[in-house]
């Protein structure tokens, strides 16, 4: 396997785990609605801290409320975090893929050179 491909292979891999991290996004948004969505409807008035509603009642449903909010800002820093580290590390793989290529280009036309002189 040459340099290039294994650049290749990486560059393809960080692209993946990007995705993942974007999913991992969605799924962080879609437990921090949920949450604020069960605060707001269980309680009549929640109390907030910043922008995530909680309200400390018997029931369960608070709780969960309550858990769903944090699991999904954890989930959506998770995922922003993933997401710029993967696309850091592919930028950094293309970058010496770029390398690699030209660094190959120049080789083949010191090669077409040689034929030329040798040729006349």
Sequence with gaps: MSLRDYLHEKAEESRHNETIGYLIIIIGSIFFVGGTIE???VSE???WFL???Y???E???S???LA???VGLV???LGIVLCIHYALERSWYIAELHKAQSHEIEKMKERKRKKKIKVK
């Design 75 to 77: 989930l959506l820093t």
């Design 45 to 47: 008035n929640p109390k």
């Design 55 to 57: 309200e400390i009642t």
């Design 63 to 65: 709780l969960v409320g």
């Design 59 to 61: 029931g369960i449903s």
């Design 39 to 41: 605060t707001v409807v």
């Design 51 to 53: 922008f995530i509603p």
């Design 68 to 70: 769903f909010n944090l």
